[in-house]
């Protein structure tokens, strides 16, 4: 079955250092793979995707993900964290083929914390 | 500009009661979603429309939830009669292309007694 594991329910990290949040995903072939936040009470935000090509994607607020094919995995980064940045963070993939048209399969969330 | 926008923001009613969600995509995004975000999890997918046609409603649980999107912008998601279970955060997205990134709305927190 498809799937998206975040391994980490939480991670905590102080101010200004760097931070990883951790994806790996369960589908064949090539996916499209997407880094979404998520403040309180409010929508998801889009972050960044990796669809093809170099394998460092950068986003909105210095973040950036890493893909890793080998080891189906697609770490969200950032080299210094901010107190703003704690939030509820998803990972997704979109799986390849056309029937999967539109169609995002998310982790669970991993909360991350950063503290002055 | 504007983003998703929602309504209500929050619902509180009793079983077997009819609930509606509303939501209004971003101006030109013809692709629209309603996801089902419970507690401690992600959005699952409940239904996808492209422009007016429910391209993809597998996961929506035909018995009781039902979706429209008439003219091709605005979009109505109905339970009838609601469950305890279903009490969750429901999630409209819209997207200019079908794989684009989605752009989220705030979301309705229902909660069934």
């Known amino acids: 079955a498809q799937s998206v594991a975040q391994p980490e329910d939480q991670v905590n990290v102080a101010e200004g250092n760097p931070l990883t949040v951790k994806c790996t995903y369960s589908?064949?072939?090539?996916?499209?793979l997407f880094w979404y936040v998520q403040y309180p009470n409010r929508g998801l935000q889009f972050l960044l995707k990796?669809?093809?090509?170099?394998?460092l994607v950068k986003g909105s607020y210095g973040f950036e993900a890493e893909f890793n094919k080998s080891q189906t995995s697609f770490h969200l980064k950032k080299p210094s964290a901010l107190v703003s940045d704690s939030a509820l963070y998803f990972c997704?993939?979109?799986?390849?083929?056309?029937?999967?048209?539109?169609?995002?399969?998310f982790g669970q969330g991993t909360t991350l914390q950063v503290k002055p | 500009e504007a983003g998703v926008v929602q309504s209500p923001r929050y619902k509180i009613i009793e079983k077997k009661q009819p609930v509606a969600f509303w939501c209004n995509p971003i101006?030109?995004?013809?692709?629209l979603y309603w996801y089902l975000q419970n507690l401690g999890q992600g959005p699952e997918l409940l239904i996808r429309?492209?422009?007016?046609?429910?391209?993809?409603d597998s996961q929506l649980p035909k018995d009781r939830f039902s979706a429209e999107r008439l003219k091709g912008v605005d979009s109505t998601l109905k339970i009838q009669p609601a469950e305890l279970g279903d009490s969750a955060v429901y999630l409209c997205?819209?997207?200019?292309?079908?794989?684009?990134?989605?752009?989220f709305g705030p979301g309705t927190r229902l909660t069934v007694t």
């Open positions: 997704a993939v979109r799986p390849p083929g056309s029937s999967n048209t539109g169609k995002l399969i």
């Open positions: 589908v064949s072939g090539n996916p499209y």
């Open positions: 429309y492209e422009n007016e046609e429910a391209v993809d």
């Open positions: 997205a819209s997207s200019f292309g079908t794989d684009d990134e989605q752009y």
């Open positions: 101006s030109g995004h013809n692709t």
């Open positions: 990796y669809i093809t090509g170099d394998n």
